[in-house]
Nanobody
């Protein structure tokens, strides 16, 4: 599976951004899809995940109530709407897929990664 992420950029504190990720290739094998992020000097952490039919959605504690994930299976695309952005949200955001959202606790187990898109939140 190939993943192409887009939508990163520079935004002020309190602002919003929408990230998108489109999967291509063996997309029938894609069940869980979502986002991780990695800030400078920090480990990669799970941000959000959604399973194939949206019955399972997971958010990291630091983004709950501010970020919303959605999925368009017809377009093999997942979106991450990020609102009320904070300076600590600054990171490279990576799209990823796996068999289950439970893997979002263990980024080292993820096999399919997108190229990353930089989100910078300025104060």
């Amino acid at each position: 599976v190939q993943l192409q992420a887009s939508g990163g950029g520079l935004v002020q504190v309190g602002g919003s951004l929408r990230l998108s990720c489109t999967a291509s290739g063996k997309t029938l094998s894609v069940d869980a899809i979502g986002w991780f992020r990695q800030a400078p000097g920090k480990e990669r952490e799970g941000v959000s995940c959604i399973n194939k039919f949206g019955g399972m959605i997971w958010y990291g504690d630091s983004v709950k109530g501010r970020f919303t994930i959605s999925r368009d299976n017809g377009k093999n695309t997942v979106h991450l709407q990020m609102n009320s952005l904070r300076s600590e949200d600054t990171a490279v955001y990576y799209c990823a897929t796996d068999a289950s959202c439970s893997t979002w606790y263990y980024p080292e187990k993820i096999y399919d990664w997108g190229q990353g898109t930089l989100v910078t939140v300025s104060s």
